[in-house]
Each structure stands twice: as C-alpha cells, then as structure tokens.
C-alpha cells in the first residue's frame, strides 16, 4: 500500500493530523551528522572499542533523542511516527485475547499508547531510551501507566512472564543487539503473549542514500554512508524464529512524503531524531557536496517543484508458544471442500446464501470449542 504525505514550506503535512509551522531554512545545517563536537567524540570513543557488532553509537542517539525532545516544534516532525503508530494500534485492536499488562518498548512521544484507548489493557509500561522523550510522550486515556527508562541493548526491569503484550514503534532499527533485544522481549513475555513492532526497511531513503552516493564521488572522488543501515524483510522472520516466536506475521507499507528539495528532508529527519548516528559516520559535509547532491536529488527523483522520500516500513507480529496449547489436526475425510474445488470457492460461498454461511461460522466455532476442552 502507498500513502502519500505531501510536506510543504508553512505547513506540517496534509494528512490525518494536520499540524501548522514554520517555514524551512534552505541553509541548514547537515542533520545526517552529528551537531556538536562533544557528540563526535562519543562516536570516536566507542569506535576505538572495536567491539564489531556495535554499528550504532548509542550515546549519540541518546542525545538526538534529547535535543529532538526539548524542541518547542517538536510536535511538528511527529506525522511520520504519529501516522506509523496510529495503523500499528489498529493492529493491535485485531488482537481477540484477552490482554492485562503491556509495555510500549521505546515510545517516543505516546504514538501508539494514545490510540489504543479501546483495548481492555488494564496496565501499560512506558519506555524509552530518552528521559526527556519519556516526560513528553502522551499516556492513554483510561488504561493506568508507568514510565521507566529502558535501553533496548541491556537487561529489562522486568519480571519474566510478566507481559501479555509487547510494543515497538519505529524504535528497534537503532539497537545494535537486535537478538538480544528480541531474546528479552520473549523472556517478559508471558506464555501465549504477543510482541506487535515496526521498524524501517532496507529501502527506506533510497533517494536520499543514492544522491548523497553521487555527490561524493564527484566532488571529492569518494563517498561515506550518511544513511544509517537497515533490516531487510527477508531477514526479519529468520530473526524472530531464532528468538522464540512462533505464528508470525509479517507486512511491509510504503510512506511517501513530498519535500521541497533534499534540505527540508533533512532538517525534518534531525527534528524526528532519526539522523545518523553510526560509528562511522562521516562528521562534516561539504557546502558543495551538499548543493551537488540536491541538484542530483531533483534530477533522479524530482516531481514538479518538490522531491519524493520513501519509507518503507516493515510491520511483524510474532507470538510466544504456549505448550499447553495443543493444536489438534482435523479427522481424515472430514473436510467439506475438495482442493479441487477450491477455484470455485467464492462462486460456492454465494450459492450458500446467508444460511449456509452462518451454518460454516457455527461450525467453526464449535470445532475450536472442542479443540480447547482437549
């Protein structure tokens, strides 16, 4: 599916929640490197750790995180992880069980708690890297909260089989151990929980990453990533297997938002938190190679006045077995369609009529009721 967002210079976006700023600056500052000089030391620190399965500086993100937090605006570069976290709540409202305790695995500003209003949730955890971030994220009406600080890459303080549910919106893309993330979630896990997340796709800015690629080599005969790396789609249902979780489900959506050129993207992505923070970045651009790169960002991928910024999101639902639970399969010969047939099933579902599919729902039900008393 492709959702279009249309960013503009004066307006936040058109789209579901329609928010007013103020205009760009075309001057500013790189936001896929790091602002400050101290952050740049952070990355220096941790790269002479050699430690080769770090690819993200933490402290780095942390203070993104901070800064992204503490700006007055902030709420203005909220549409993407707000439009994001408004469908996985949809997903969780799909969910027929039974849920008491949940935890918000790195909630930013509230997106997903604050609109899961309708789930009979009697206890939500709150969490995130950021305390700043922590303060300002919206709590949900009706369903009684906790906020605590967690870091993804560290051991959770929480009680094993303590969960019925588990959230993740937009958050894990930036967790080096992301096994190891996945192991504690199934550790809080309670038997039969169910861990619902997004996360960015290997796809994600592929306009931004290849202009960027271009201008480099051009002007100064080389290039550096200026685009963090992300999880490909086939990678991810592997991941969760190894990890413990069964029945998965996995989907993947395309944002689209409209920009008018490569310096409003990235002024958004540095409002959103979402600059780069690898060890290995780059920590300063050149003037030139910036200008180049917009040219060639309008060039490739220009439409009309503005330039196009694909997201592409991958969303995965997995669950923790149960061995309690046992799945018992159906008598031989008691199927009611042939696999031969099964061409003809929509043509089959309407001669039934009404009655004919009520009596399949009722079947249904029956035979699940009798697989639960086994």
Avoid at 44 to 51: D, F, I, L, M, V
Avoid at 180 to 209: H, P, Q, W
Avoid at 261 to 273: C, I
Wanted: aromatic fraction near 6%; hydrophobic fraction near 40%; charged fraction near 25%.
């Amino acid at each position: 599916m492709l959702f279009h967002i249309v960013k503009t210079k004066g307006t936040g976006f058109v789209g579901r929640c329609c928010c007013s700023g103020p205009g760009r600056s075309v001057l500013a500052a790189h936001p896929l490197s790091a602002p400050a000089k101290w952050i740049h030391v952070a990355g220096r620190q941790n790269q002479q750790k050699g430690n080769a399965m770090n690819v993200f500086d933490r402290h780095t993100k942390l203070l993104q995180r901070e800064r992204a937090a503490k700006n007055p605006d902030a709420p203005i570069y909220d549409y993407l992880k707000e439009e994001v976290g408004y469908r996985l709540a949809d997903r969780v409202l799909d969910i027929k069980k039974e849920l008491k305790v949940g935890l918000d695995l790195g909630c930013g500003r509230g997106y997903v708690a604050k609109n899961i209003t309708d789930v009979e949730l009697k206890h939500l955890y709150m969490s995130d890297l950021s305390p700043s971030m922590l303060e300002t994220a919206q709590t949900p009406e009706n369903i009684e909260s906790t906020k605590i600080v967690i870091d993804e890459e560290k051991p959770f303080p929480l009680e094993s089989k303590s969960l019925d549910l588990v959230i993740s919106n937009l958050n894990l893309h930036w967790v080096n151990n992301l096994p190891g993330c996945l192991r504690e979630i199934n550790r809080v896990l309670k038997e039969d929980g169910v861990f619902l997340a997004s996360m960015f796709g290997g796809d994600t800015l592929f306009e931004l990453r290849s202009s960027l690629v271009l201008a480099e080599l051009e002007r100064e005969g080389g290039f550096a990533a200026h685009v963090s790396p992300f999880t490909e789609i086939r990678d991810i249902g592997g991941l969760l297997s190894q990890c413990g979780f069964t029945m998965l489900t996995i989907d993947v959506d395309e944002i689209t938002v409209g920009f008018p050129s490569l310096f409003e993207l990235m002024w958004d992505l540095q409002g959103m938190a979402e600059n780069n923070a690898g060890i290995n970045r780059k920590t300063h651009l050149h003037r030139d190679t910036m200008l180049a790169a917009s040219a060639i960002y309008q060039e490739m991928y220009g439409k009309g006045e503005g330039v196009p910024a694909t997201f592409q999101i991958i969303y995965m639902i997995g669950w923790k077995p149960d061995p309690k639970q046992k799945v018992v399969p159906a008598e031989r010969g008691s199927g009611q369609v042939s696999l031969k047939d099964l061409h003809r099933l929509d043509e089959m579902v309407r001669d039934a009529g009404m009655e004919g599919r009520i009596k399949f729902m009722k079947d249904m039900m029956d035979e699940n009721d009798k697989n639960k008393k086994e």
